[in-house]
Every structure is written in structure tokens, then in C-alpha cells.
């Protein structure tokens, strides 16, 4: 029997995954990227990541979290690595907030274990964050912190050991549909695959077959705040949080590097980047200033400037749903990416997916909400 030859362009979080899915299941894959694994320059870096089960973003993705959830902890015995810290997660604000509202009702709707706090055990629970009079916390048990540096690297690793051939420094500068497949080239080399499988993250306009996707490319600023008691600001004590505040909006991590938490600011915005490789690496004084104020407003613990500053680039489509499926005009060819701020925590389930479009043409998960040529607002 003939092995399916696939191509994999881009291993940040998804296409790592989608070689992994891949290898596992007997294709013969070639993962290329332009950088090294799990590098800072594109979406899936940064210390942590959130992974939630009662999903804000729509009830319909809690079958891909529960299936995403046992991937992870397949992948993390497969390597021996630990990816998923299960230290739960917050959503913080007033019941009347859009966010909250949608956590309740998805965790209704799917008999999710969860815990509604009123303002006065809020505060008692979880003294690290400011909750106002108004406000209540909605805990998520079955929410964690997750590693993006080591999981990628992780996936990659478990890809290779089940036969896949990994390419850092790789720029895939040429794609050409043939009779029987794709040809990818890079630097002068030419790969003959039978299917291609575009993860190209926030470089997706690049590539000649992608170039009118609906992606939009936003730099997205991650801070971190030294605490004064890191011991009471660590996954066990802390879960991972969803802060929604009149005055500020982030997410907020636990501290992992002994030192200090990390907030990714919301209600700052996330401006649009013409280009992916011209991410601004230095810190804008207005942001940080602006990220110190909500710090010092709703993070008690907290020492007021930042320790850290991070930038990096991600693809948002105009409805921050992905675009995952077959690439619309082609054939042979599947697309994924736009994961519009929330793709990390699911990249597994992505990547089971990526297989079943490039092995079988179809997979058994639902993902109408994601088909790459589905009407966009
Ligand atoms: C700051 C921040 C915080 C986030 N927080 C969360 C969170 O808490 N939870 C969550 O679930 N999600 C979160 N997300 C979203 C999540 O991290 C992303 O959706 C996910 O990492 C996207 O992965 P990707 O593989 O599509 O993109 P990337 O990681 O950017 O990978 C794309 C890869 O393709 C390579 N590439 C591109 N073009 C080529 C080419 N021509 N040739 C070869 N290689 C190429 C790039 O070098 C890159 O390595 C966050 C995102 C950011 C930026």
C-alpha cells in the first residue's frame, strides 16, 4: 500500500498538530517553516495559553474542547511532556455582562459543572483580583493553562517519531497545483505531495492560493507584572482568568516563571499589521501605561510597571471564527488559519481534523461554523 504523501506549510501550534495527526495515522509528511519551532514571531508563543471548556465564543465548540482536551493529554504522554495545567478558570464581571451571560448559558445548555460566586465569596476566594460590589466570578473547573512553546515543540517531536519529516528554516516560497497534487518548493527544493495542508498562521496573504482569504493580521501585546507573593499567584492557587470590567478587559494567566503573572489586554485593541514580519518589537509607552492602570485597578498583588513585554501576530477573520477546510477552488488542498485569538487551546482537535481532510476529504467533527467559504459579515 501507498503512503499518501501530505505537506504541512507552517508548524506554529496547528500545522505541528496537523503533522502529528498526520504521521500517527501512516501519511508520508513534510512540515515545513520558515523559523524554528515553537519562535516568537507568529501566534503560538508567549509562556502560557488559556484552555476553557465553557466557551463564550459558541456552545458548538464544547465537543471539539472535550475531544481537543484528551488529544492534549494524549500528547503530553506520548512525550512525556507536561503541556496542561488543570488549575481551572475565572470569568470575572457583572451578570449582566455580555461574556458572562455567555458562559452561564453555554454551561446551562451543556451541563457543565461550574460554580456561580456571588461578589462576597468572589472576593474571599480569589483575593488577587479586585472584584467590584456589581460583579460575581463564574469558575470553570475543567480550564487550564497550557505551555505553547513546549507543545509545539512536543508536536513536532511526536510527528518525527511517527515518520514525519520536520523542516525548520524552510520559507515555502513556491506552490503550484500539478495534475496529481501540489508542488511546494523552498529555496530551490521541490516536494511532490499529494495534498497540501496551508497552516500559515498570520502569513496566510502570502501564498499565491490564499491571497483573497477574508484575514485580517492584528499585532496582539502580552504584558507581564511582577507580584509581590508569587506563592499565592501560582496555578494552584490561581486559575486562569477572563476579566471583563467597565473600566478594562484582559486575560490573565498565573505565574509560571516564579516571578510575575501575565495579563493580554482587550479593551486596548489590537491594531491592524499590514504585514506580519513588520511586527513592532519595542513596547509603546501609551499601551504600557494604559496596561499598568488596569493592573493597579483590578490586580492587587501586582508591582506597578511591567517586568515584560511581548508583541505577536495573529490572523482574525471578520467573524473570529477560523477558516478550516477544504481550500475553496482548489483541489487536493486544505486550508487553516484566522484563528482570531482563540485557535491555541483547540489546535489538537484542528489537527485531527487537518488529517481527515487530507486522508479521507471529510472529517466527522462539525465544523460548518468554520467552512472557509462561508459568508462572512
Ligand atoms: C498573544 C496571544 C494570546 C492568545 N491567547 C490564547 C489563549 O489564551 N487561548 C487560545 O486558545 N488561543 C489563544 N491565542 C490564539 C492562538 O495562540 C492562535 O490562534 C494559534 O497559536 C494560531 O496558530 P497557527 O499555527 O495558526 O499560527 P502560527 O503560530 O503563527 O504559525 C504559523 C506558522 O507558519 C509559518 N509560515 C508561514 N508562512 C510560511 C511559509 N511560506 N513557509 C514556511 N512556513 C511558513 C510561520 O513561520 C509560523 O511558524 C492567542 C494568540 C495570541 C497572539
Redesign the pocket.
Known sequence: MTHPRVAV????????MTAWRLARRGAEVVA????SPG?D??????E?????TIYKEGPDYVPLLRRSGELWRELESTTATSLLTMCGGLTIGSPDHPDVRAVRACAEEHGLDHEVLDTAEARSRFPQHRVDDDEVIVLDPAAGV?R?EPA?QAALRAAEEAGASVLPY????GVAETSSGWRIT?GGKHFDVDHVVF??????L??EPLRTLPVEIRL???CWFAVHDPAAHRPDRLP?AVRRHREAGF?C?PVLDGVAIKI?PHHLGWPVLDD?DGLPRSADPEFARAASAAAARLLPGTTPHPVRI?T????FTPDEH?LLGPLPGHRNATV??G?????????PVFGEIGADLALRGSTGHDITRLAPGRRLP
Open positions: 506549510v507552517g508548524t506554529g501550534v496547528v500545522g505541528a515545513l517553516d520558515t523559523y519562535h514571531r507568529g501566534a503560538s508563543a508567549g502560557s495559553r488559556i484552555f476553557r497550557l505553547p509545539v524552510h520559507p515555502v516560497d523552498s497552516a500559515p498562521g498570520p502569513w496566510a502570502r501564498l496582539i501585546t502580552a486562569i486575560s494567566f493580554v506580519p511581548a505577536f501576530a495573529e490572523g477560523a487553516m488559519t484563528f482570531s485569538g482563540h485557535g491555541f487551546k483547540l489546535a
